[in-house]
C-alpha cells in the first residue's frame, strides 16, 4: 500500500511539469500565472504563422532525419559485424559505440566544434549539426539491431548460403526481412533523440542558424514571445513522443527493444553489455 | 544501353560477393569500415583533438589561437578559486542528485518488477519510457515556469503559509532529479526483473523479516544495476549547463565552457577534460562495482 503510494507520487513528479506546460499553452493571458485566467487556441495559430519556429521546425526535421539515416547505416554494419562475426576487439566495440552517449553532451559538442574550427577550418552549419548529431545516434540503432539478432538464429543465414545465395542474396531475403522492424525501431528512435536535441547542437551549429529546440532556448528569455514557446513547447512533446511511442508498439509485437536514451538503449534487452 | 549498365553492375556486385564468401575477415572489415571509421577516426580523433587544443592558448590581442604547447589553461583551472569552487560545485550536485534519483527510483522499479500485473507492468514502462524521451528543453522550461515567483509551486503552497525554493541551487538539485530519474528507474526495473521470485520467497520461508530480505537478498542482487543507472544520472548532470542558466544563477562546469567557447576554445577544451576525467573514473568505480553486468 505504501509502496503503491511511492509509485503513484513518482509518477506524479514525473508528469505534473508537463501538463504544466500543457494547460499553459492554452493560457488566454500573455502573462504566465498560475492558475491561468482563461482559455484559448490563439498562441498555436500564433506558433503556426512564426516564421522562424516553421524554418527552425524544418531545420530540426532535416537534421533528425539526416543523422538518422546516417545511423541506420552505420549501426546496422556494425550490429551485423559484432551479432555474426567472431574478431579480435569485438567487445570493445559495444563499447566505443556507447561512448558518445555515455560521455556528457557538452564533452562531445566541444570536441566536434573544436574538431571542425580549430583543425578542419570548416565554419560550423547543419551539416556539423548532423555529424554531432549521427554520432551519438549510432548506439541507439545499433543497440536495436544487436538485440534483435541475437534473437534471430543465425542457422537461418547458414541455411541460406548452403543453398546457394550469396552475401547479399542472404542479407536482402534473410537478414534484413528479420531485423527490419528492429531497424524502423531504432530510426525512430534516432529520430525522436535528435529533434529535440539542444546541448551538442549548441555547439556545432552556425551562426544564424536554428534547430526548433535552439528556437526554443532563444526566446525563453524574452516574456513576450512565451505564450508562443508554451505552444510550440506541446508540438514538440508530442514529436518527439510520438516516434517512441511506434518505436515501442513495434518492439513490443516482439519482445520490446525501446529501452531507449537509459543504458544508450538496451534496457529491456541484454544487449549491452560494455565490457 | 541502361540494361547493360544494370547487368555490369550486378555482376560487379556478384564479383564482390564472391570475393567476400567465405572469407570472414574480409566480410568484417566491409562491415566495419564505416562504423570503425566514423567512431574511431572521427569520435576518438576530435576527442584526442581536444586534449591536445587544451594546452594550446589565445593571443589576447588578435583572438588568434596560437597551437603551441603551455599549460597555462590548467594552471589557471587549478589555481584559481573561482574554477575550483565551480568543479566541486558540479560533481557535488551530480552525486547528491544521483543519490536523490536512486532512492525515489528504488521502490517505483521494485513495485513494476515485482509486484505490477502484466498489463499494470506495460503500462508502467511506457509511462516512464515517454516522458523519458520527451524534449529534454521542455521539461526544464517548465520548472523554470513552475518555480517562478507567480507559479503553480507558490500557488500551492501559499495557502498553508508556505515558499518554493524559487531560483538557485536547490532548484538546480531538484530540476535535475527530475531530469534523470527515468534513467535511474530503468536500469534497477531490468536488474530486480532478473532476481528470481523464488530467492525472495526462499528468504521468507527461511523467516526473514522483509526489511531483512530486502537489505540481505535483493539490495545486494540488485545493487549493480543501480551503479549502472547512476552513471547516467551522474554524467547528465555533469555536463548539463542548460539547467543551471535556466533556473539558478549558480556556474556550473558546463556554464564556463560554453562561455569560452567562442571566444577561447582552448581553454573551453580545458575545462571539457574535467568531466572526461570525472566520468572515466566513475565509469572505473562503476565497472568495479560490477554495473556493467547488468547494463
Redesign the interface.
Known sequence: ML??L??AA??A??????I??AI?AFNSSKI????PPGFTTHWFSQAFNNEAAREAFFTSIKAGVAASAIAL???T??S??VAR?R?FGRET?SF??I??I???????G??????F???LNVPLSLFTVI?GH??FC?VIVYNNAVARLRRLSGSFEEASADLGA????TFRYVTFPGMRSALIAGGL?AF??SF????VT??TIGAGEQTL?IW??SN?FRPHELPI?NAV?VL??LI??LP??LA?RLG?EEGGA???????G???TEA???? | MASEAVAERRSAGHRLADLLHGRERLQVGALLAGPVGWLVIGYLGSLALLLVAAFWSVDPLSGATIKEFTLENFESLVNEPVYRDIVWRTVRTALLVTLTDAVIAFPIAFYMAKLASRRGKALLVIGILLPLWSSYLVKVYAWRTLLSANGAINWALDPIGLHGPGYGMTAVWLVMSYLWLPYMILPIYAGLERIPNSLISASEDLGASPFTTFRRVILPLSFPAVVAGSIFTFSLTLGDYITPRLVSNDQFIGNVIFSNVANNQPFAAALAIVPIVVTIAYLLVARRLGAFEHV
Open positions: 509502496l503503491r511511492a509509485v513518482g509518477l513528479f514525473i508528469y505534473v511539469p508537463l504544466v506546460i499553459y504566465l500565472e498560475w492558475p547505416l552505420l549501426g554494419l556494425a551485423i559485424a562475426h574478431f566495440i566505443l559505440v561512448l558518445p555515455a560521455l556528457p553532451g557538452i564533452v562531445t566541444v570536441a566536434i566544434s573544436n574538431t574550427t580549430q583543425v555529424v549521427a554520432t549510432i550469396h552475401t547479399w542474396q528512435l525522436a533523440l529535440d536535441e539542444i546541448i549548441n555547439f529546440p526554443i532556448y525563453l514557446v513547447a514538440v512533446i518527439s513522443i517512441v511511442y515501442h513490443a525501446t529501452g531507449g536514451r537509459a543504458a544508450g538496451g534496457v529491456e549491452t553489455a560494455v565490457p
